[in-house]
């Protein structure tokens, strides 16, 4: 079955400098990756979808890259402010399928 | 629009009890999910719905049962309480049952405890 990793442990930063959180996959590429924010006591919300035909996709401060050969997805938050002290959460899915499957998350600090 | 809403926001069971979490959403969106959030264990889909009258299992099923008479509601009922069911329960949904591109809305959750 698909196995998707994203570090554990939390990633600690200083206001201004660039976040980077990883999603790693097992097995067969998806055909398409989500990333997540979530903040403590509240449901999931939906940042940015990439396609497994697409090496990057960029929403004003955030950018997502997916490299099919290394099964891996990068999310990157750009001059980053505490407020974006959240959960990231990547999600997988494929053609066909009615499913995600998201992994465990990563938790970013940003301190000022 | 108020999204997805979810009711209750807390709920204390005792084991054997059953109980329905409700879920609705007022965006005429197809798809409809519940999703249970563990500690160290992420987000696993309990039960779907691509559309009214159909529903399907997701990763974790047993011990929940759900039905979709109508596009807007979603119930997910408990038949008896589990310890092990203890869980921050989720709703979600999206625009088409093509959720492979579109994105999730997720309600604020159902925090549940079982003793």
């Known amino acids: 079955s698909q196995k998707i990793e994203q570090n554990s442990e939390a990633l600690n930063i200083q206001e201004g400098k660039t976040a980077t959180l990883t999603c790693n996959y097992t097995?067969?590429?998806?055909?398409?990756l989500q990333w997540y924010r979530q903040d403590p006591g509240r449901g999931p919300v939906f940042l940015l979808l990439i396609r497994e035909n697409e090496k990057e996709k960029r929403k004003e401060r955030l950018k997502v890259t997916f490299d099919t050969t290394l099964k891996q997805s990068l999310f990157h938050i750009t001059a980053s402010q505490p407020a974006d002290s959240a959960t990231y959460l990547c999600?997988?899915?494929?053609?066909?399928?009615?499913?995600?499957?998201f992994g465990k998350g990563t938790m970013l600090l940003v301190s000022p | 629009n108020a999204g997805v809403t979810q009711t209750p926001k807390f709920q204390v069971l005792k084991t054997g009890q059953s109980m329905t979490l409700q879920c609705a959403q007022d965006?005429?969106?197809?798809?409809m999910s519940w999703y249970r959030q563990d500690p160290g264990m992420g987000l696993r889909l309990i039960h779907y719905?691509?559309?009214?009258?159909?529903?399907d299992q997701g990763e974790v099923p047993n011990g929940y049962n759900v039905s979709r008479s109508t596009t807007e509601d979603f119930p997910l009922r408990l038949l008896s309480a589990a310890p092990s069911q203890t869980s921050v329960y989720f709703c979600?949904?999206?625009?088409?049952?093509?959720?492979?591109?579109?994105?999730?809305?997720f309600g604020p959750g159902t925090r549940l405890t079982v003793l």
């Open positions: 999600a997988l899915t494929y053609s066909g399928y009615s499913t995600l499957t």
């Open positions: 097995n067969y590429s998806p055909a398409y």
């Open positions: 979600a949904s999206s625009y088409s049952a093509g959720v492979s591109y579109n994105e999730q809305f």
């Open positions: 965006m005429n969106h197809e798809y």
């Open positions: 719905s691509v559309g009214a009258g159909i529903t």
